[in-house]
């Protein structure tokens, strides 16, 4: 396991917002649309107090950083070709790879200041060299290294719509139902949770329906509560 923690000069929900959608990877994430492409992405979606996508298949033919280090035990035909990309309400961040999973915790400290306490998890049988290492370190850290620069670029981009957003100048625009669905989901739970006298009061979302259209359409590999959402 590896973890550290930094400061970020914007709202917390700024920056689960920006990892609920996608369509900023071309411009702002370069080298991940390599592997998490834009045009592989697909719903994720069960019932539950979170808001999910899915990137099928992980490519690895222009870089395999996520793909170098020995998959988990267990996983099936889905998982094993999958990145999961889950934002547990209300600020946990979740990129579960088979191989690894890359977490966030959003800790507000002040109205435009937010905590990342990021950790990366590895799968039993694998260590991060730290200790009683039984891998190689040096294996481990293109990918360590991938998030942090990923994640950089992240803040680069909701630093600069927190102060875009504290002067003012642009209106809040329509959500785009393609590539912001989650985001209405997380919107409608925060709005839940500001309005209703209790968390015990709070509406769960429902999973996909059949008919539903999301993102890239139907994924050719779907996950299982996708195929139980479906009746599959």
């Known amino acids: 396991m590896h973890q550290e923690s930094l400061d970020v000069q914007a709202n917390w929900k700024l920056i689960t917002e920006n990892f609920q959608e996608y369509y900023h990877l071309t411009w702002v994430h370069p080298e991940l649309a390599k592997v998490s492409r834009v045009a592989d992405h697909y719903r994720y979606q069960g019932r539950g107090m979170y808001c999910g996508q899915t990137t099928t298949p992980v490519s690895g033919d222009e870089r395999d950083d996520w793909l ?3 998959e988990a035990q267990g996983l099936d035909a889905s998982d094993l070709v999958s990145g999961r990309f889950v934002a547990i309400f209300p600020n946990v961040i979740l990129s579960v790879l088979p191989n690894h999973v ?15 306490t990021c950790t990366m998890l590895l799968p039993d049988g694998v260590r991060d060299g730290d200790g009683d290492a039984d891998a190689d370190a040096d294996a481990i850290a293109p990918t360590r290294r991938f998030w942090v620069d990923v994640n950089n670029e992240d803040i680069d981009i909701v630093q600069r719509g927190q102060r875009g957003l504290a002067r003012g100048g642009v209106p809040a625009g329509p959500l785009a139902p393609r590539f912001e669905e989650p985001l209405h989901r997380f919107h409608n739970m925060l709005a839940d949770c500001m309005t209703n006298d209790g968390l015990g009061a709070l509406r769960v979302p429902t999973g996909d329906q059949p008919g539903d259209t999301w993102g890239a359409g139907d994924n050719p590999t779907p996950a299982a509560i996708d195929r139980v959402a479906k009746g599959a």
Not at 102 to 116: F, H, N, Q
């Open 102 to 116: 890359w977490m966030m915790r959003l800790d507000p400290l002040a109205p435009g200041i937010t905590r990342e």
């Open 68 to 70: 170098a280090l020995p």
